[in-house]
């Protein structure tokens, strides 16, 4: 029974922390003068303007964050870094370590690419994942 209780309160932990998490970006590529309005495309069939590909960006959270956070996320660092518009690329899950529970030490925290580890000595563990979206920022070529 306390085995169970350790597992689902290493889980708890996790949850908790994952859902106040920010997301985290990694972006690479050219800056320019900041822009207000942010256009945000899933296929480049459907930009209708010419563009350049000015960077890319990466955001990275913790499964189970909302969806919204990351998109509240992708227009900010796209508005701040210039681009008209954005490309999103698509959506995965990485692991990034393990909870479990048992004999040995529970799940613990700390910020950079790795957030939960854990080092459970035994018992049942679960993969811990991170969501981590790609875009490319796109700048509007003026038509000639």
């Known amino acids: ?9 290493a889980l708890a932990l996790a949850a908790t922390l994952s859902a106040c998490s ?52 992708i227009v900010k660092t796209a ?15 990485q692991p990034i370590g393990s909870a479990g529970g048992g004999g040995g030490a529970g799940a613990g925290w700390h910020e950079g690419p790795v957030r939960v580890h854990a080092n459970a000595g035994g018992g049942t563990t679960q993969a811990l994942m ?5 875009a490319q920022f796109l700048k509007y070529q003026s038509e000639k």
Do not use: C, W
């Open 1 to 9: 029974m306390f085995h169970r209780l350790t597992l689902a309160a």
């Open 22 to 73: 920010p997301v985290t970006t990694n972006y690479l590529g050219n800056t320019y003068q900041s822009t207000q309005q942010v256009e945000v495309f899933f296929a480049a069939r459907d930009i209708e303007r010419p563009y350049k590909v000015m960077g890319i960006a990466e955001m990275i959270a913790p499964d189970g964050t909302d969806t919204d956070k990351f998109f509240d996320s």
């Open 79 to 93: 508005r701040q870094r210039g681009a008209d518009a954005v490309l999103v690329q698509g959506m995965n899950r």
């Open 130 to 134: 991170d969501r981590i979206v790609r």
